[in-house]
């Protein structure tokens, strides 16, 4: 690791705690209908998304009944990036947000003057949870000389601190860019991410220590077993996972880079280091391939998550048809940190928008 990634003394939250708001998140995982039940309950869905004039933005992580239903609605299956320029752009009046609450305060952020919902609001993220407003806040008040980039999976509070907000989809990009213009870096929350990132660019970054509970718990050892016993696997890694297990990908990269790799690798079989809601994307466009999960048993194996977010797990058609019917869980953020808290979203949104057109040739016009 390059010497200039500071560690700080604020590590992401307790085992304790951690294991007891996973415990509670599993613990409200819906459960999955009766084949007839599922029919009524996607027939109901579908219509009151209509009356409603709504539209369901799924992360990929969700479970499949709810990314097939939003793509069969008019909706979007993607990661946080694309969720969030989807969403700031559809003309639906209400977004109704499947997956963890800090997507739905993006949502919301962006896009004010809408109703957004979500199918459960403790529906959280351990990146989120780990890195609390008010310690964030003086952990940058403690370095004012740095530009504060943070990761999509903060709240809004964090955010409205921020001068950027990245996912990890253009987290180089965008730090490449700042570096090129001098700037020392804040990172926070994902240390993994961001250790990945400073290795990748050489920007002066000091780290905040969180991480997410599904990634950190890959296990390098036991992947390099699975990769001995799957010679001609590819390893496909998400830059939320430890370094340790960077090191042994083919490919590291976000959810739709990962997805985008499957289907262009001329490999039949796979080895998928992120959540393994991802799985039902890849077989989907990739039905001729196998795809296997990175191992989170094994040594010094906990097992908080077993290669699935709980609070993901938390989305389910009955909560989701709940939500349409009653208007419950709605989305709300202070009016007064949405002026803060969208600059950085924006600044986002727009370079996004410059690196695609530069890569298209814009300037042959």
């Known amino acids: 690791m390059a010497e200039n990634i500071i560690p700080i003394a604020y590590d992401h939250p307790d085992t304790a705690q951690t294991s007891c708001s996973t415990a509670h998140a599993w ?5 999955d209908p009766e084949p007839a039940e599922k029919t009524e309950l996607i027939a109901r869905i579908k219509r009151l998304l209509k009356e409603q004039d709504a539209v369901l933005v799924a992360h990929y992580y969700v479970h499949p009944d709810l990314q097939d239903l939003a793509e069969a609605t008019g909706g979007i299956v993607s990661d946080s990036l694309d969720m969030a320029n989807f969403g ?17 305060e993006t949502a919301k952020i962006l896009n004010p003057e809408k109703r957004v919902l979500m199918p459960d609001l403790e529906a959280e993220c351990s990146l989120d949870l780990g890195c609390p407003a008010d ?15 943070v990761y999509a999976n903060t709240s809004a509070a964090v955010k409205a601190r921020a001068d950027w907000m990245v996912t990890s989809s253009i987290a180089l990009p965008v730090v490449e860019h700042l570096k090129a213009q001098g700037k020392k870096i804040l990172w926070a929350p994902d240390r993994h991410l961001g250790s990945y990132v400073q290795e990748q660019t050489g920007a002066d970054m000091l780290l905040w220590q969180g991480s997410c509970i599904v990634h950190d718990e890959y296990k390098a050892r036991e992947l390099i077993e699975l990769k001995a016993q799957h010679p001609a696997a590819q ?5 939320e996972s430890p370094r340790a297990i960077v090191q042994l990908a083919d490919v590291v990269g976000s959810t739709t880079q990962l997805i985008k ?10 080895i998928v280091a992120t959540d393994n809601g991802i799985l039902h994307k890849m077989r ?6 196998t795809f296997l999960e990175a191992p989170t048993a094994g040594h010094g194996a906990t097992c908080t998550s077993c290669s699935h977010c709980p609070w993901m797990a938390m989305n389910g058609l009955q909560n989701l048809a709940e939500v349409l019917q009653s208007g419950k869980n709605e989305i709300h953020v202070d009016p007064a940190i949405i ?5 950085p979203i924006k600044r986002m949104l727009d370079f996004a928008k410059q ?11």
């Open 88 to 104: 700031h752009q559809h003309p639906a009046k209400t977004i109704v947000v499947a997956g963890v609450r800090f997507m739905g």
């Open 135 to 149: 310690e964030f806040a003086a952990f940058c008040d403690a370095h004012p000389d740095r530009t504060v980039v």
């Open 27 to 31: 613990a409200r995982k819906p459960r």
């Open 339 to 343: 002026p803060r808290a969208v600059q």
């Open 284 to 289: 989907a466009l990739c039905p001729d391939k």
């Open 261 to 270: 790799a499957a289907q262009n690798s001329p490999a039949r079989e796979f």
């Open 235 to 239: 390893v496909l890694v998400h830059p």
């Open 355 to 365: 690196i695609n057109l530069s890569a298209r040739g814009i300037g042959n016009a």
